[in-house]
């Protein structure tokens, strides 16, 4: 639907499109643990006027069933702006179930590594760049398998967390990807600081010493002081 994808484009970092045939249009909150959606179910005229059935879930920030309405075509973009304001503010509300040590070294490491390109916010990174984020992140899964530190449930939720992120380098924008590294490299490090030296280590060598090369900006700058050893990988 015209109306919706620039709506989709300006919010990618939160939503994403979901390719279907059922309907009209769908849009689904990101957050992989997240089951919100905004949808456009069919063309339904009302007392002679043409509208459209829409339904989203959360209903409200203080209800999170789904909630259908019929509506004109020019007050879509305004049911979908108030949608995309309540995901906000679930996704900024820390709850329960967020893990405080993986939240504090996952901001870490997003502060420290952020892409610095102009354009990261919307744009994806270009083809040799995936192709050096994906060698990286195959080679901590050889390793995540082969480390006898781990114990099998350990393998088993970072295996998929890596698989996950694989799958992420072509879609997600340069800045969102980054976020879903720093929180794949939080969880490593709350399981083992070993790893996590190592998944440092191996960004050093891959990634950071062929950025240049790939057109990626890496500003050392915002690296931190326990990464100086790292720079020498780089000579």
Same mark, same amino acid.
């Given at each position: 639907?015209?109306?919706?994808?620039?709506?989709?484009?300006?919010?990618?970092?939160?939503?994403?499109?979901?390719?279907?045939?059922?309907?009209?249009?769908?849009?689904?909150?990101?957050?992989?643990?997240?089951?919100?959606?905004?949808?456009?179910?069919?063309?339904?005229?009302?007392?002679?006027?043409?509208?459209?059935?829409?339904?989203?879930?959360?209903?409200?920030?203080?209800?999170?069933?789904?909630?259908?309405?019929?509506?004109?075509?020019?007050?879509?973009?305004?049911?979908?702006?108030?949608?995309?304001?309540?995901?906000?503010?679930?996704?900024?509300?820390?709850?329960?179930?967020?893990?405080?040590?993986?939240?504090?070294?996952? *901001?870490?490491?997003?502060?420290?590594?952020?892409?610095?390109?102009?354009?990261?916010?919307?744009?994806?990174?270009?083809?040799?760049?995936?192709?050096?984020?994906?060698?990286?992140?195959?080679?901590? *899964?050889?390793?995540?398998?082969?480390?006898? *530190?781990?114990?099998?449930?350990?393998?088993? *939720?970072?295996?998929?967390?890596?698989?996950?992120?694989?799958?992420?380098?072509?879609?997600?924008?340069?800045?969102?990807?980054?976020?879903?590294?720093?929180?794949?490299?939080?969880?490593?490090?709350?399981?083992?600081?070993?790893?996590?030296?190592?998944?440092?280590?191996?960004?050093?060598?891959?990634?950071?010493?062929?950025?240049?090369?790939?057109?990626?900006?890496?500003?050392?700058?915002?690296?931190?002081?326990?990464?100086?050893?790292?720079?020498?990988?780089?000579?």
């Amino acid at each position: 639907m015209q109306a919706l994808q620039p709506f989709a484009d300006k919010n990618e970092t939160l939503i994403e499109v979901v390719p279907t045939k059922e309907t009209i249009f769908k849009l689904k909150d990101k957050d992989e643990n997240s089951d919100f959606y905004f949808e456009v179910l069919r063309q339904e005229p009302s007392n002679g006027n043409p509208g459209y059935i829409i339904e989203f879930k959360p209903t409200s920030k203080n209800d999170t069933n789904s909630h259908k309405v019929w509506t004109k075509l020019e007050t879509i973009i305004s049911f979908a702006n108030t949608w995309i304001q309540i995901i906000t503010e679930y996704n900024s509300i820390q709850t329960i179930y967020d893990d405080p040590v993986i939240k504090q070294y996952e *901001e870490e490491f997003y502060k420290d590594f952020k892409i610095v390109d102009d354009d990261a916010e919307t744009s994806r990174f270009n083809f040799s760049q995936q192709l050096l984020l994906l060698s990286y992140v195959e080679n901590l *899964e050889k390793y995540i398998a082969e480390e006898e *530190e781990f114990t099998i449930d350990d393998k088993e *939720e970072l295996l998929k967390e890596a698989n996950t992120l694989k799958h992420k380098i072509a879609t997600e924008s340069k800045d969102s990807y980054i976020k879903k590294q720093s929180t794949f490299w939080a969880k490593v490090r709350k399981k083992s600081i070993k790893a996590c030296e190592f998944t440092l280590k191996e960004f050093a060598k891959v990634v950071i010493k062929n950025a240049a090369e790939k057109g990626l900006t890496i500003s050392w700058d915002t690296v931190p002081h326990y990464f100086e050893q790292l720079k020498n990988l780089l000579n």
